[in-house]
């Protein structure tokens, strides 16, 4: 699928049938004890209320007529009792089902959410986050009642109609057909309904989902669109989607809105019939007056579960538009992962070795061909050439971001293939062109790179990446709180504090991609100091375009044309005069 | 009330629409108690009446009549019901609509401290939870309120008719009502404050985590971050259930109490047909509309608990809403006009959160000079930019241009005079040439590739899948940090500002391509003043100035010869970047 952006709806490859609802079962399975016992509750509370009637009609029957005033309120005594007998159950019954649904909407994000951490990049650089965001949030939030209430209503309506529909076969079976016979009916307009009310409730989704994912980038992409001044034009956008978003809910609303009306229509229609049928076509020695009454009272309570069954049925097709995202997501494949079988990586000395590796991105279109080369525990290499020739691409292979299309990659001649993610990618420490910074504090960030790092540990990495001068600086030190996008650190900063999170991970292989760019000369120069010592003793692979960061490496491949096309150490390659010579000297040259 | 005054406000152009769905609606609920008497006239005049053989036999046509009247008024009732349902729906989809766009826009024009305080995850809270609560609230609650109390008030009417006594004697049960509904809502409230919280939470988690999906797979930290979402996760989980916890103590006296008034009517009623007060007629008459007073009663704890969910929600929406920037547009210019260009700094002192960034900065640049500005990390470099288009006002000094205080200028007018590739790359996700051209959306097709080319970036879109078409990821991913610099670069070329600014553009792009970008901003065919920062010896050398800043203070001012003849800072990073090289440089740059 091509790549998503916010005003493209996302389709949905599969049509729906009632196998979302039945994987949805999973999770309702798991709380089946408490919910069994709500229906049990449900069913008695129902029952005893079904008393009060009863009570009703003895009072008016027998106790006022009769004057009986100890008998009236011995009567009304025992209604209060099962008023409050039917409350109590129902209140437990509802302790229970809040629990159910809270639990069952937390397995259920906590599942995608799980399954979110195994997805490769590609999954995340496909789509715009607020699209990722609104499933693992509002979606999940949405289908909580119709997974536990929705259900045991549902259950309970349908024993409600089975016993009405009983009673009404017993007492008149012409009568109960005739009531029967606006079921057909009613099924026959939700059938035809069904595809557009789905289809619309799909589109409503889509559209809040493009509607999230246009917000939730105007706000991390504010200041670009500020000093653009697009603010009307983004304005725009918004509303256009905005409109959408309108649009399709009211569309999806009037078929809902449409249920009830048929329900009513019909329930009246075969009231009416009963009346008719019952007096003109039959004759009185056929129904008396009491089975018409019956009857038409009847009508009136077996169509009112079914108009009760409606709206739970509204509810469910504007769940399943949400449930169908949320499995779709859990369905994502996880291509990067463990192969069966795959063993633990031991502590490693650090040899990375290169088998004729071939990668694509793309099937065809390969960035890498057959390359190979061997780095020595300890060595550092520079990885430099023009950009986007696949500097990158080669350290995201060793810590398997992607897997290669073809030959292998072995650490400490181990195939990176056949080992965990876990044990490969804890032991090396990978800074990426983005430093990210995470809300919390400073000290938090840095220990982010081991979790169990003591406070002078992590003092100690942020000397020796010199950036304990600044943060001393700010009035909280340590415990300044930062975030992804504010502005108290500069890049550098934020590079700097990336960086003493990747030392203090005190890994085997270290791979540094841009990671000093915008960090100035001379820090950089007192960084290299603290470094040298570092990189004693692990293998390193660095990224930079700067020739001091380069300069000091043990070799450096220059990569172009899918693979290495120069490759020795600083001084080798400039008296070798080729294309790192080339990209060093040229400029320089003209500028003096 | 402010809260109901604040939806009143933005119901403004459907207004007229609402007070219809709110009239339809009191009509359709009155209906719903005249409807049984259709009914109750068939049974008395066919199946109970004392004559009903007779009527039966010589009326026939009455009956279907009367069947068909009952067809037609459910018909038209059911009908009502759709028209007042949809119109509920559209005023409030029309306001929620309103509601939002004014946000997006007010979150649009708001300054850079603002969004250094407020998270996104809690901005998007706000903008999805938190308005379809007061859209639930306009198309739901009130439509129940207003249903619920025209029953109420329309059974009690009737009640009064018959026997005012007993309805007084039903009444007794509502101040209890009434009283535990207020002690729940009371209760309920900073339930919902905090349940609302702990959402937000969950969503800033969310969006962080998603955000930072590449940092957590280097360090391997999945399990760590299921850990912190599954905390998250569970608070909130827990804070709905303490909510709805509330809601079960105070439900069984509410639904007790509703479902009483059978029980009072019982007694009462009972009694007054035994002492021959009222009729059995009358008391059946109570019986059969009995509903229409407790089902009111019964729905105020719902109710009661959806307004203050709404409340919660409101308070979340109204801090957006009435936040007033402190750097905002004042639409001063009627026509924006292109500036010339000149920038001078005088005496500027910018301090944030306390922390001294700039001290008593001055310099000038005139219109079509190039200054570049090096120095350490967190000299305040990017300060110095994010001051010229009052991204932050200066704490004491002037910054001007054209010789006039930026704090005086239309900020729109401002902005579009200045362009700017930041250090930050923040590119969308959408086509390469929907990026390049996000300045100016009108640029030809030409034009944006003549940009492209002249950042050095048009070699690498064209070896893309779909050239100039493909998507690219939400802030750039997938490109590497070369590539974003250069497509940041041509889109901030593109607009042709007289002002532009370029802040470590081209850190991430190798030495060749910077030369081929430097040649291209010499040859940009509108003059325009260039600031540009740099950590490069190799991209300074050629301005006209260059500035060191350290310490928030500029140290050192001058040409490349100068400087390097003042073997100061700039000194030092020329022999740094120059070492190892085999030729020396020995001068250089513009004298």
Not at chain 2, 235 to 246: F, G, R, S
């Amino acid at each position: 699928m091509a790549r998503n952006k916010f005003d493209i709806d996302e389709n949905l490859e599969s049509p729906f049938d009632i196998r979302h609802f039945k994987r949805a079962l999973v999770y309702i399975k798991q709380q089946k004890r408490p919910m069994i016992i709500a229906l049990v509750l449900s069913v008695l509370s129902a029952g005893i209320g079904l008393t009060a009637p009863l009570i009703m009609q003895h009072v008016v029957d027998v106790t006022i007529p009769e004057k009986e005033v100890g008998a009236l309120f011995g009567w009304s005594a025992l209604m209060l009792l099962t008023i409050v007998v039917s409350v109590i159950l129902a209140a437990i019954r509802g302790r229970i089902m809040t629990s159910v649904g809270q639990d069952i909407i937390f397995e259920i994000r906590s599942d995608l959410f799980k399954h979110l951490q195994a997805l490769p990049f590609k999954y995340y650089d496909d789509r715009p986050q607020g699209k990722i965001m609104i499933r693992v949030v509002n979606y999940v939030n949405s289908v909580s009642d119709v997974l536990s209430n929705g259900i045991i209503n549902f259950i309970m309506e349908i024993l409600n109609l089975v016993f009405i529909a009983v009673f009404m076969f017993a007492v008149d079976y012409r009568l109960a057909l005739v009531i029967l016979a606006g079921l057909p009916v009613f099924a026959a307009f939700l059938l035809l309904i069904k595809n557009r009310q789905r289809r619309s409730w799909q589109s409503v989704s889509n559209k809040s989902s493009n509607l999230n994912a246009y917000m939730q980038e105007s706000i991390s992409g504010i200041g670009v669109t500020q000093i653009f001044t697009r603010e009307d034009r983004n304005e725009g956008i918004f509303t256009r989607l905005a409109t959408n978003f309108r649009t399709e809910w009211i569309k999806a609303i009037h078929y809902n809105a449409m249920i009830p009306f048929t329900v009513d229509n019909l329930a009246t229609i075969v009231t009416t019939m009963i009346y008719v049928v019952g007096l003109l076509v039959l004759s009185p020695a056929e129904v008396t007056f009491g089975v018409i009454l019956a009857m038409s009272s009847y009508a009136a309570r077996f169509w009112q579960p079914i108009l009760n069954l409606s709206n739970l049925y509204n509810g469910f097709i504007n769940a399943v538009a949400y449930l169908e995202r949320i499995f779709e997501t859990l369905d994502e494949p996880v291509t990067i992962k463990d192969a069966p079988g795959a063993k633990e990586l031991p502590p490693v000395q650090g040899r990375v070795t290169f088998d004729h590796v071939t990668f694509g991105y793309d099937a065809g279109n390969h960035v890498l061909e057959n390359l190979s080369f061997d780095v020595k525990p300890g060595e550092s290499i520079a990885l430099v050439g023009p950009t986007g020739a696949g500097k990158t691409t080669v350290v995201n292979l060793i810590s398997r971001f992607y897997d290669v299309t073809g030959g292998r990659i072995l650490v400490d001649g181990h195939n990176i293939s056949e080992a965990t993610l876990q044990s490969l990618r804890s032991q090396m420490g990978i800074m990426l062109q983005d430093s990210f910074i995470f809300s919390g504090t400073i000290m938090d960030n840095i220990r982010y790179g081991r979790l169990d790092a003591t406070e002078d540990e992590i003092i100690a990495a942020a000397k020796t990446v010199r950036a304990d001068d600044f943060i001393r600086e700010f009035e909280n030190g340590y415990m300044t709180e930062v975030n992804e996008r504010g502005s108290k650190l500069s890049q550098g900063q934020r590079q700097l504090i990336s960086f003493a999170r990747t030392l203090l991970a005190d890994p085997r292989i270290l791979i540094l991609d841009e990671a000093t760019s915008s960090i100035d000369a001379k820090t950089e120069r007192l960084l290299q100091q603290g470094m040298n010592e570092l990189l004693k003793g692990r293998t390193s692979f660095i990224i930079a375009h700067r020739l001091s960061t380069v300069r000091g490496c043990d070799r450096i491949m220059y990569v172009s044309n899918k693979g290495i096309a120069e490759s020795g150490s600083h001084d080798e390659l400039i008296a070798k005069r080729g294309l790192y010579y080339k990209l060093y000297t040229a400029q320089k040259m003209e500028a003096v | 009330m402010f809260e109901l005054k604040w939806l009143w406000k933005n119901l403004e152009g459907n207004r007229a629409r609402y007070i219809l769905a709110l009239c339809l609606s009191v009509i359709g609920s009155s209906l719903m108690i005249v409807n049984p008497f259709l009914t109750q006239r068939i049974v008395d005049n066919f199946i109970v009446g004392e004559d009903a053989m007779q009527n039966l036999a010589n009326e026939r046509e009455l009956l279907i009549l009367l069947c068909l009247g009952m067809v037609g008024f459910t018909l038209l009732r059911s009908g009502l019901a759709y028209l007042t349902m949809m119109q509920y729906e559209h005023a409030s989809q029309n306001m929620l609509y309103n509601v939002r766009i004014f946000l997006y826009n007010k979150i649009q024009g708001q300054d850079k401290e603002y969004f250094d305080r407020n998270r996104t995850g809690d901005l998007m809270t706000r903008m999805t939870g938190d308005l379809d609560m007061v859209r639930h609230t306009i198309a739901w609650i009130v439509k129940t309120i207003i249903e619920s109390l025209t029953i109420f008030a329309v059974a009690v009417g009737y009640f009064f008719y018959i026997d005012a006594v007993l309805t007084w004697w039903l009444l007794i049960l509502a101040p209890p009502i009434f009283i535990t509904s207020f002690f729940f809502a009371r209760r309920v409230r900073p339930m919902y404050v905090s349940l609302r919280e702990r959402l937000s939470q969950l969503n800033s988690a969310a969006q962080e985590n998603i955000a930072a999906n590449r940092v957590i797979k280097a360090f391997a930290r999945e399990d760590y971050e299921i850990e912190k979402f599954h905390e998250r996760n569970a608070n909130y989980q827990k804070a709905n259930k303490a909510a709805a916890l509330v809601w079960l103590d105070y439900f069984p006296y509410l639904e007790t109490f509703a479902q009483a008034f059978s029980v009072i009517l019982m007694i009462a009623g009972g009694l007054f047909v035994m002492e021959d007060r009222i009729t059995f007629g009358e008391y059946a008459a109570f019986s059969a509309l009995i509903w229409a007073i407790s089902n009111p009663m019964r729905s105020i704890g719902m109710i009661i608990n959806d307004i203050q969910r709404f409340f919660a929600s409101l308070a979340k929406i109204v801090e957006v809403y009435y936040a007033t920037p402190r750097i905002a547009n004042k639409r001063l210019a009627e026509t924006k006009r292109r500036y010339e260009g000149s920038i001078r700094f005088d005496h500027v002192t910018f301090k944030y959160d306390s922390v001294s960034v700039l001290h008593d900065v001055s310099f000038t640049v005139h219109p079509g000079e190039t200054v570049a500005i090096m120095g350490p990390t967190g000299a305040g470099k990017t300060t110095i930019v994010n001051l010229i288009p009052r991204f932050y006002d200066v704490t004491s000094g002037h910054v001007f241009i054209d010789g006039v205080d930026v704090r005086k200028l239309d900020l729109d007018e401002l902005r579009s005079n200045i362009g700017i590739a930041t250090q930050d790359v923040l590119l969308f996700s959408d086509t390469i040439d929907g990026n390049v051209a996000f300045g100016d959306p009108e640029l030809s097709e030409e034009d944006t590739k003549r940009y492209a080319k002249l950042a050095a970036a048009d070699d690498f879109i064209r070896k893309m899948p779909e050239g100039y078409d493909t998507i690219i990821g939400e802030r750039g991913v997938g490109l590497s940090g070369g590539q974003k610099q250069r497509l940041a670069l041509s889109r901030a070329m593109a607009v042709q500002r007289p002002i532009l600014i370029l802040d470590d553009t081209t850190s991430a792009v190798d030495l060749e391509t910077e030369e081929h970008i430097q040649n291209s901003l010499n040859k940009l065919d509108t003059g325009c003043t260039k600031i540009i920062i740099a950590q490069r010896v190799s991209t300074t050398a050629k301005a006209d100035r260059i500035l060191i800043l350290d310490g928030g203070r500029v140290i050192e001012e001058g040409t490349h010869a100068e400087l390097l003849a003042r073997r100061g800072y700039y000194y030092e990073v020329f022999m740094l970047q120059n070492e190892g090289l085999e030729r020396q440089v020995t001068a250089g740059g513009k004298e």
